[in-house]
């Protein structure tokens, strides 16, 4: 990952879960099994826990990049250091046939350029995979109405970035937002699954859901006929932020292609 600061001491440093890694390999190999990847970037290696993951499963050869190379325990894997709130990547032009970035885009104070970045690098019909945590959960969105800050987004002191009490965590990004970013990177194919269902979430459920689904789609009737915020381009994206996934799930995971040139 890449905190917002870094100076931060490196235990606090926040690394994502093995549930979180097994559905990204799940969404990896549902995406390109069959073709098969070789060249891989993981963003925000940390301990190099998914890059493990993927040489056995997919037999990669794959790059670590990350804001420092003391949170790595893989023997022999070198470290790209980037801190991406101020440098660009270091790699040419369509190097990587897939990259994978798990909890970063939070941490990001440019989330856009980077994702334009990550374009760059990818080789058309390269599949990216990013994480962030489900800031549109039901627990989320109730943390949201009555304290005003999403769950794992809290309150940050003023002008002392060392102490950043939520791990760097400055830039909460919804998926809708998040999609509408990559696509307008250049990606296509966006799809959506989340690591896994929250328990006390579906609880909330049994209550929530049918307030959620009648006023949400209320709103969205407006945006279509009133404000005409809602066109064909973007309604499934629209139509996924009152989803079931959406409501219960933990954390997002985000799959995107870079496209193919038509050469006709």
């Not at 790059?63 to 894997?77: E, H, I, S, V």
């Not at 627990?139 to 794992?152: P, T």
């Not at 994206?237 to 997002?252: C, F, H, Q, W, Y």
Request: aromatic content about 10%.
């Amino acid at each position: 990952m890449f905190e917002s600061n870094r100076n931060q001491p490196h235990a606090e440093a926040k690394v994502s879960t093995e549930r979180i890694y097994q559905a990204v390999l799940r969404a990896a190999a549902r995406h390109g099994e069959r073709s098969g990847f070789k060249n891989h970037l993981d963003v925000g290696a940390g301990t190099g826990r998914l890059i493990e993951l993927f040489r056995e499963r997919f037999g990669t050869e794959s790059r670590a990049c990350d804001y420092t190379d003391q949170l790595m325990t893989l023997p022999g894997q070198k470290v790209d250091i980037v801190n991406l709130n101020h440098e660009p990547f270091p790699y040419a032009e369509a190097t990587f046939d897939i990259i994978t970035a798990t909890e970063v885009v939070e941490h990001l104070e440019r989330c856009r350029e980077v994702l334009r970045e990550l374009h760059r690098i990818l080789r058309p019909g390269g599949l990216c995979i990013l994480t962030t945590p489900n800031i549109l959960n039901l627990n989320s969105r109730l943390r949201f109405l009555w304290f005003g800050f999403w769950n794992l987004f809290g309150p940050l002191p003023v002008k002392n970035s060392a102490l950043y009490s939520t791990g760097g965590h400055i830039n909460p990004v919804s998926y809708f937002y998040l999609a509408h970013a990559l696509i307008d990177a250049g990606f296509e194919s966006v799809t959506l699954t989340v690591d896994k269902y929250q328990r006390s979430a579906l609880i909330k459920l049994l209550f929530w859901l049918w307030p959620v689904q009648i006023l949400g789609a209320w709103s969205y009737r407006t945006e279509v006929l009133k404000y005409r915020t809602v066109d064909a381009n973007n309604a499934p994206l629209v139509k996924a932020m009152n989803s079931i996934p959406m409501l219960l799930g933990r954390t997002i995971i985000v799959s995107v292609r870079k496209p193919t040139p038509n050469l006709c």
